[in-house]
Each structure stands twice: as structure tokens, then as C-alpha cells.
Nanobody
Framework: QVTIVESGGGLVQPGGSLTLSCAASEGTFSAYAMGWFRQAPGKEREIVAGISWRSSRTYYAESVKGRFTISRDNAKNTVTLQMSNLRPEDTAVYYC???????????????WGQGTQVTVSS
């Protein structure tokens, strides 16, 4: 069982930056690939970025490539999503999730946090 808690969401102006953090409670955290997803009102949940358990592989959605960076610290059981050049279309609830392998579909992730709201607006 992995308990996940996200933090760092908030209101930011277009073009601004925000860093989301994800803390996991379980000591086996390092065995899981981690992903950041987002869900906007009326839309399906979609992957934003993912990282393998050793950080050897990462995945980014086309819409965030070059703007978002995912990283992890297995010693601290944390995953970070650095977001820059934010756009209004990035507005969504952002979720951190854990999976046995680096996957891109929400159904392939076993554990989820409660989410944190990111709003990009002037």
C-alpha cells in the first residue's frame, strides 16, 4: 500500500511557473514508477509526465514537452513536477500516482493522491 499526498498547487498567471510535489509514505516507493496526471472539468484524466523507478526513463505529453520537468528522490520518497511557461489550458486538478511500470494510462496506476488544483489565469 502506498499513500500519496500532493502539494504545491495554486493560482499562477500565464507564463508563470509552479512546482508540484508528491510525497509517498511507503518505504517501497523506489520500486514504483510515478506519474503526474491532470483532469480539467468535463475532460478525461490524462497523463502529463511519468518517471521510472530509477529515473532512467521519463515520459512527457506532447502538450507539456519543454515546459514541464519530472524528477524523483527515492531517498525522500518524493516526486516533483516543475512547470514553467504555464498556459490557461494547463488549468486542472493534478494527481500523482504510482505504478509497477512506467505507464501512460490512468487505469494502469495502482495508487493515487487526492489531487491539487492548478489554475492559470490573469
Amino acid at each position: 500500500q502506498v499513500t500519496i499526498v500532493e502539494s504545491g498547487g495554486g493560482l499562477v498567471q500565464p507564463g508563470g511557473s509552479l512546482t508540484l510535489s508528491c510525497a509517498a509514505s511507503e518505504g517501497t516507493f523506489s520500486a514504483y514508477a510515478m506519474g503526474w496526471f491532470r483532469q480539467a472539468p468535463g475532460k478525461e484524466r490524462e497523463i502529463v509526465a511519468g518517471i521510472s523507478w530509477r529515473s532512467s526513463r521519463t515520459y512527457y505529453a506532447e502538450s507539456v514537452k519543454g515546459r514541464f520537468t519530472i524528477s524523483r528522490d527515492n531517498a525522500k520518497n518524493t516526486v516533483t513536477l516543475q512547470m514553467s511557461n504555464l498556459r490557461p489550458e494547463d488549468t486542472a486538478v493534478y494527481y500523482c500516482a504510482a505504478s509497477r511500470g512506467l505507464q501512460t494510462k490512468p487505469a494502469e496506476y495502482d495508487y493515487w493522491g487526492q489531487g491539487t488544483q492548478v489554475t492559470v489565469s490573469s
